[in-house]
């Protein structure tokens, strides 16, 4: 008897032990891409539920199961009624699981399915506000983590590429602060015809907009975006994507499509995942879709929410927690028409705190993830998967102490970045050719003025520089202040090396017509050598066809540079340029010629003076000789000046030649005067010539450029008609006018005594001329103008980062500053005197040298006739003279004067007859 009672006692215990075991309910609503027939999600969700009822820590003997339904509704009434119907939370369930696919057309219907009920649990981003479970990172997270982003990367200009119009409202924090961060923001819909899209993105990289945020409500949409994107050629190079779409799972044979793409892709993974957890899905875990691992770690979340009630409520020892006294389970969902505020399990999901498939899941009051980590990996190429830095949604969580550092002064930020370095791993490497006064090397004598070299020369002692330090000018100081603006505006610390070309080398960067590869600095950055190069570099079309250029940080202007005019050793004699040899000696032969005729004439002529002198007398005997050889000479001579004269000839012959002699004399003087000053001016006229386009007329002189200097490039590759001309002049030019530096083209330009001129940036042309000797001269009027701009890999973040700095630095005015530091700096050939100032207009001793000359020569002339004259005299007094015949009435043999001269009474013979 007493062995009967026994068994029956034992058999009443545990059939009382089975009667407490509980069975619990999770449900969920699998939409059209949810519910798909592979059945994944299904399986995945009663895995995540199996490791619950596994771990008795959760349940303790009580059990969970999935209630698993295939549903799609067109509108919030359908969903809402049937979620509170019996078929869902009228059969005594935990929590659902509603993803977005169970009505397509309803805005975030896990939020208003909330105000009726709850735990609701969504898998997709869900909307501002929600207050579901969201396993999801929230869309206030997402974007607060696109700004930290963009204001890292420094972008300005930039698309956003989506699917949906959910997202649009989504991200309206972030294009409501686009004003007060200066973005330029086009938001551009996804068409169904994708060629519209790319052809509309093309279109906007032609005026520089590279700059693409991609993010659509599902993953399998921003897959078949990329994969359309390297099909229509819009994920290549040049392009910068940011996959907004948290933990994109790529395949690895699309990884290595993207790497050949050369697009920057920056992309976003969810770090602290759990890598014991497991499914017995055919597909590895690692390759799950980022919602498919939120479905498995919702029913964690739900399994610990649990634990963590039953915990709080006595435990698993005594019966199962989940039961009141009288038999209802106390953390079942609510009914929709109860008056309660919400299940009592809504609490409890605040305390959760677990390492998930998605990485650290907890959630806080709004059921919002919160203290997880977000790995960043951004790169082109090999670089692709280079680990860039982590965003924590909650700075302040560290139960690890990872991020406690004493000096650490951004431990407060949410984005915690590396510099983006390309070419080395701990710094920027910036190259740069040596040419002042944009990059020189210290204490080179070559760079000094006069007073510094002799300064330098009478130092005890020369420091020793290393490094950066190794450099001065204003591209080494403007990076100067770049680091330190962009240490402040990222909250990071850079450090950056300089890779300087010898000013041998002078290597900017051309490219091979036959390979089509480049060299020199270009190369450096195309092959990731260098992560920018700062120049002087110039911004031409062909360049920016394989490169990217920061904006533009300086203006540089052309101009000439010639020899100073009252430097010039021009031929002596130019007064006698504007006739030819020939027309000299025409004009002197004439003048002799007429002369000769002058003088028969006056013998020959019965009408001339000496004629009628000998005739009849009636004039002044002195008349006779009025156009002996001398005075013929002198009469032909003075008439050339336009001066007066001592007697006309007579006769009608001899005044017909003068009068033709004047015409040609009028007709030689004016010409040659019309043309003096344009050969007196002929070294001016290049001092102010104010075009490319008038100098391309000046073929009187050659015109030179330095080999591949920035101007060189600038000229080479320009889409000005005038400027390909004048390179083209230059380049086909014998002998070559090309230098190699900017010095030997300063020397050949004071050595060619202005024969030739030096077309450079006004910058370098006014450092190299302000020392003596002061014989050159820049023109005035600027030919051109080009823009000096940092060059970097096609879509490097670096880009905009430097823009940033740079626009920063010319807002605040420390370009200007470095402009006036290292650009107007003077020297002895400086300071321009008035007189020399005005010597490039009016004429100058130089100018006129031959008119004195010739005065001189002229003099000479006279003196030696001077002594010759007094020789002979003392040699033989009688030759000087009187030579007219005395007449027989005149025994002295001075010269009749006619009584009228000096009686003032007319002679017998009337005037006419002197005529």
């Given at each position: ?373 977000i790995s960043i990996t951004s790169g082109v190429g090999d ?86 330090d190794r450099y001065e000018g204003f591209l080494p100081d ?438």
């Open positions: 008897m007493a062995m009967k009672v026994a068994l029956v006692l034992l058999l009443s215990i545990g059939v009382q032990q089975v009667a407490l075991a509980l069975e619990l309910k999770m449900a969920a609503i699998l939409g059209e891409r949810t519910g798909s027939a592979d059945g994944e999600y299904d399986q995945i969700l009663r895995d995540a539920l199996e490791h619950v009822e596994d771990d008795e820590d959760f349940l303790g003997r009580d059990t969970i199961r999935l209630d698993l339904q295939r549903q799609t509704y067109g509108s919030y009434w359908q969903s809402l009624v049937y979620v509170c119907s019996g078929s869902v939370v009228g059969r005594g369930i935990t929590s659902l699981v509603l993803p977005e696919d169970v009505c397509e057309d309803c805005d975030d219907l896990s939020n208003t399915i909330t105000y009726a009920t709850g735990p609701i649990i969504n898998l997709d981003p869900g909307s501002l506000g929600s207050e579901a479970i969201k396993m999801y990172p929230s869309p206030e997270d997402v974007n607060s983590l696109l700004v930290d982003m963009l204001q890292y990367f420094k972008w300005v200009d930039f698309i956003i590429l989506y699917d949906n119009g959910k997202i649009v409202e989504n991200l309206s924090p972030l294009l409501a602060g686009a004003r007060d961060y200066g973005w330029n923001i086009r938001l551009l819909p996804l068409s169904e015809d994708f060629q519209e899209t790319a052809d509309a993105i093309k279109l906007d990289s032609l005026q520089d907009v590279n700059n693409i945020i991609l993010y659509t409500f599902t993953e399998e949409v921003a897959l078949k975006v990329i994969e359309k994107g390297i099909e229509y050629g819009i994920v290549t190079k040049g392009f910068h994507w940011i996959l907004a779409n948290i933990d994109l799972f790529l395949e690895r044979g699309f990884i290595e499509e993207l790497r050949y793409t050369d697009a920057f892709i920056t992309r976003f993974n969810m770090n602290e995942t759990d890598g014991s957890l497991s499914t017995t899905t055919t597909k590895q875990r690692t390759k799950y879709e980022f919602r498919q691992r939120l479905a498995f770690d919702s029913a964690l979340a739900t399994g610990h929410a649990l634990k963590m009630f039953g915990q709080d409520n006595g435990g698993f020892d005594n019966g199962s927690p989940f039961v009141d006294e009288s038999n209802n389970v106390r953390v079942n969902m609510k009914r929709c028409d109860s008056e309660e505020e919400s299940s009592v399990l809504m609490d409890y999901f605040s305390k959760v705190d677990f390492k998930g498939m998605s990485g650290r899941v907890a959630f806080d009051e709004q059921g919002s993830r919160k203290n997880y980590r670089t692709l998967h280079f680990w860039r830095g982590e965003w924590l949604q909650n700075p302040d969580y560290d139960p690890y102490n990872r991020f406690k550092r004493a000096t650490d002064r951004f431990s407060n930020q949410r984005l915690r970045m590396n510099p983006y370095f390309q070419a080395e791993d701990d710094h920027l490497v910036i190259s740069m050719v040596e040419v002042a006064p944009y990059v020189m090397t210290k204490n080179k004598e070559e760079y000094m003025t006069d007073e510094e070299r002799k300064n330098f020369e009478q130092q005890s002692f020369v420091s020793q520089y290393t490094g950066n403007l990076m100067l202040y770049i680091q330190d603006v962009l240490q402040r505006s990222l909250n990071i610390d850079i450090d950056y090396r300089l890779q300087v070309f010898g000013d041998a080398e002078r290597n900017y960067g051309t490219k091979d017509i036959v390979t089509g590869e480049w060299n020199g600095m270009m190369k450096e950055v195309l092959e990731g050598e260098a992560d920018a190069a700062a120049g002087p570099l110039v911004k031409t079309n062909e360049r920016e066809a394989d490169i990217d250029f920061t904006n533009v940080y300086l203006k540089g202007k052309i101009h000439l540079l010639v020899k100073h005019p009252n430097n010039i050793h021009d031929y002596s004699f130019n007064v006698m340029y504007p006739l030819g040899v020939e027309v000299w000696f025409i004009t002197l032969f004439s003048m002799f010629f007429v002369a000769g005729l002058l003088f028969l004439y006056n013998h020959y002529n019965p009408n001339e003076w000496r004629t009628v002198i000998e005739q009849d007398g009636k004039s002044y005997e002195i008349n006779a000789d009025n156009f002996n050889i001398r005075n013929s000479i002198w009469f032909a001579v003075s008439t050339v000046f336009l001066q007066s004269y001592d007697a006309s000839p007579r006769s009608h012959a001899g005044r017909v030649l003068a009068a033709f002699w004047w015409m040609l004399a009028l007709i030689t003087v004016f010409l040659y005067g019309m043309h003096l000053s344009s050969f007196l001016v002929f070294n001016k006229q290049f001092s102010h010539i104010r075009s490319v386009h008038e100098l391309n007329q000046k073929v009187e002189i050659d015109v030179g450029l330095v080999q591949d200097a920035p101007v060189y490039s600038y000229l080479k590759a320009s889409g000005a008609s005038s400027n390909r001309a004048l390179f083209n002049m230059v380049a086909t030019t014998q002998p070559s006018p090309i230098v190699r530096n900017i010095q030997d083209g300063i020397e050949r330009v004071r050595q060619l005594d202005g024969d030739y001129s030096l077309v450079e940036d006004h910058n370098v042309l006014k450092f190299f001329t302000r020392n003596k000797p002061c014989d050159v001269h820049i023109g005035e009027h600027t030919l051109d103008k080009f823009a000096f701009a940092m060059a970097t890999k096609s879509g490097s973040p670096v880009r905009d980062q430097l823009s940033y700095a740079i626009n920063m630095l010319k807002s605040n005015g420390t370009i200007d500053d470095l402009e006036r530091k290292w650009l107007y700096r003077e020297g002895k050939c400086s300071g321009v005197s008035f007189w020399e100032r005005e010597g490039l207009w009016s004429l100058t001793l130089v100018d006129l040298q031959g008119a004195y000359y010739l005065l001189l020569i002229g003099i000479g002339c006279t003196l030696t006739m001077l002594f010759i004259d007094l020789v002979a005299y003392l040699l033989c007094p009688t030759m000087f003279q009187t030579t007219l015949r005395e007449r027989n009435d005149d025994p002295q043999g001075a010269p009749q004067y006619d009584p009228y001269r000096n009686s003032g009474q007319p002679t017998s013979h009337g005037a006419s007859e002197y005529l």
